[in-house]
């Protein structure tokens, strides 16, 4: 069995800033969007890495991939059609570090990697963060009327365990809605 490292305080704290590379390839079926990325994921190098982030139970759960996969797989993704962006690129200890124009900045990155990429859908796992980033105040969870090209957007509970509105169960629930309206 592989030993998967965890970092240490100091390592967690030196993270700040530090930035994660997408994991990303044309006509995805879905480009899972972030809004940033954490200390503990930024020390890993690996996208929702923190121990008790809900993100890769729950699309094992929903269906969009075969059996659980841990943060260090993440390239494996593309084999199942998803991908993984962020709006915002550096890491900070919590989301409420940004900005509003970092995440303003972050929604114009993301309409011209949609663009560039061109997946079929986009999820971003958050209703705070995609209000922000495109000024859509009202927006709420599931299908929105934008798109971005021809890409499908969608907002979708942020899978952080400090989501307290969405048990893994719940949770789950709304990606495998969202993953049945792809087929």
């Known amino acids: 069995m592989m030993h998967i ?18 994991v990303i390839a044309p006509h995805l079926k879905v480009l899972f969007c972030g809004i940033n990325p954490g200390l ?3 020390a890993t190098g690996y996208h929702f ?8 139970p729950t699309l094992y759960t929903a269906g969009f991939i075969p059996r659980l996969l841990h943060p260090h797989e993440q390239q494996e993704l593309l084999i199942y059609g998803c991908g993984i962006t962020n709006f915002v690129q550096r890491a900070t200890t919590a989301a409420a570090e940004l900005r ?5 900045e972050g929604g114009e990155l ?3 990697k949609v663009l560039r990429y061109q997946p079929q859908a986009v999820a971003v796992l958050g209703v705070t963060a995609y209000r922000a980033a495109f000024q859509l ?6 299908l ?7 890409s499908q957007l969608w907002v979708l509970p942020n899978p952080s365990g ?19 309206s792809l087929t």
């Open 110 to 112: 993301l309409r011209e």
């Open 5 to 22: 490292y965890k970092p240490t305080k100091e390592e967690i704290l030196a993270a700040a800033g530090n930035t994660l590379p997408d």
């Open 144 to 150: 929105q009327p934008e798109t971005i090209g021809a």
């Open 100 to 104: 509003t124009a970092e995440l303003l």
């Open 162 to 180: 400090l989501n307290a509105h969405y048990p893994p169960a719940a949770l789950a629930r709304v990606y495998e809605a969202f993953r049945l």
């Open 49 to 56: 890495a923190r121990p008790g982030n809900r993100f890769w």
């Open 40 to 42: 503990y994921s930024a």
């Open 137 to 142: 105040p009202k927006a709420t969870v599931g």
